[in-house]
């Protein structure tokens, strides 16, 4: 109860049975906890049938992860090294990484089964804390004063 990183409903459940084991029924453990009566009658009647156990979460039920935790730090280590290190030819000439050349890396290492949407490795990213930004693709003029038009902007 006194982990700084515990979570918020961990703490409740928590303080609702060390509340209960003072004395008291679930209205004054409620009112004392600050919840619903209800919500002391689940967590006391769980802790008694599983003990400590019965108080962290229960699986949701929901489709199983696409992808493992493997390739999503793998995907976060790729960023440190050199794109055609990893890939070999298919990264020609490639000096960052790109969002399609990392997901390529990763079907390749063996860490995915199938290709790894650019906005999921985005995602993945952005939880890590990198900061990536897709490779900027610029057009050339075929203008032959091109150049020199740039300079005067």
Known sequence: MRARNAPKSLDQRARIILTAAEGGDDYEVA???GCD???VRKWIERFNAQGLAGLSDAPRPGAPRKYSERARLEAV???SR???EVLGAKAQGRTSWTLPLLA???L???YTDRLVPGSVLHRWLHQAGVRFKQAK???HSTDPRFEEK???S
């Open 31 to 33: 009112e004392r906890v």
């Open 37 to 39: 009566h209800r919500t």
């Open 77 to 79: 280590a790729l960023l």
């Open 82 to 84: 050199d794109p055609q």
């Open 104 to 106: 390529e890396a990763l």
């Open 108 to 110: 390749e290492g063996g």
């Open 137 to 139: 693709r610029w057009l």
């Open 150 to 152: 740039k300079g005067r």
